[in-house]
Structure formats: C-alpha cells, structure tokens
C-alpha cells in the first residue's frame, strides 16, 4: 500500500514507513510567540546549560515517518511523544530538531534508507564533511532545497531531524560564519541524524503581472 503526501502523488512512500498518527498540517499554523524546546546542551561534567529551542515548520505540512524502536537502545532521542499535543518542554536525553533540506527523490531515498554517509564523501564542503541540518526550516529550504513539480504545481520539500549535539557527534557552526542567518549542524556519523518527518509546501509562483 502507498500514501502520498501534499496531494495524492506528491510523494509517495510504502505504508510501513509512515506513522499518520504524529501527521501535523501547519499550513494554516503561525508563530504566536509560544516557546518549544526540544533537547538540552550539556557542559561541564555533562552538567544541562540550557534547552534548545524548537522551530516549529510553520506553513508546511509533515508526514510523519515510523521510527519507534528503530534504534537501540531505546526512543529517549525522540522525547515523550504524545499525538496531537502540544508539549513545549524538552525530555531528559532528547535530542535537539533540525532540518535539512532536499528533493523529491533524495526526501524518498532518506525516509528509506536514512543519510548516506558515503555521499557526501563525494560533494564539497564549504565548513567541513558531514551532513548539514539547521535549526531553522526556512534556512534549510532556501538554500538547500531542491523544488520540484506536479500536477501544474511547485513544491519543496525538507527533513525533519533529531540531532545528536552532544559534544564529539556534531559540530555547531554559528550563523556568522554560514552567514545564512542560522546556525549549521554539521554531523559526521548517519548514526547521530536520524530523520522522522518530511515537511512538504506548495510554493506560490510570482505573477507575471
């Protein structure tokens, strides 16, 4: 069985993938000033410092994928999952979200398979070699997402991530050096990316007007 999201034949994935219940249309959604937090740095002696805060993919739509219990040793990384709620503070041991954006086919191949590390071993890397992700979906849209078309209509799609921030598993680079207006998560190892949504949105073509 297959399931499309954004419209019919967006994009398609095997059922087994999906997990409809954590769905979320923010299409119509807009920041009201509501603070989310998802994930807790560590200093000194592992000690937390502060909560990190979650953007939340304001005028897309996610398909959730299905990843309970798919990494060992359990789905602390995830934080307390409850459908359709609200929750703004951040679990003991979650991880951080972030973006990153993609097309069509890399958004299918990553919900499949998860990041290919060996891929970007073969592209250039302005800050270092890993996987990039953002903070900030609109950062990850613009400058790494690749449109594409149906039925008449545009659209983008982007990852939704957890990221391992600990220190040794990624790399924060501040906004003043990726001079986009966010900050990079640049993470060597597939093993601490792990996606669990794909936000799609139908952009407006300008009039000609």
Not at 101 to 115: H, L, N, S, W
Not at 146 to 163: I, T
């Amino acid at each position: 069985k297959l399931r499309g999201a954004g419209g019919p034949t967006v994009i398609v994935l095997d059922e087994d993938l999906l997990d409809p219940q954590f769905d979320h249309d923010f299409t119509n959604e807009c920041d009201t000033g509501r603070v989310y937090q998802r994930g807790q740095s560590q200093g000194f002696l592992g000690l937390f410092k502060h909560d990190y805060h979650y953007k939340r993919p304001y005028g897309w739509k996610r398909l959730a994928l299905k990843v309970k219990g798919k990494y060992p040793p359990d789905d602390t990384w995830l934080g307390t999952l409850v459908a359709g709620s609200e929750r703004t503070e951040s679990s003991k041991g979650e991880w951080p979200v972030s973006y990153h954006g993609t097309g069509r086919e890399g958004a299918k191949g990553i919900a499949v398979e998860g990041y290919d590390s060996n891929r970007w071993r073969k592209e250039p890397c302005y800050h270092g070699q890993g996987h990039y992700s953002t903070p900030d979906i609109e950062v990850a849209a613009k400058y790494y997402a690749k449109p594409f078309y149906e039925n008449g209509k545009k659209y983008e799609a982007v990852m939704q991530n957890r990221v391992n921030l600990s220190p040794g598993h990624t790399i924060i680079i501040p906004k003043e050096k990726t001079r986009a207006g966010a900050e990079y998560y640049l993470t060597p190892s597939a093993e601490d990316l792990r996606p669990y949504g794909i936000c799609i949105r139908e952009v407006k073509e300008a009039s000609s007007d």
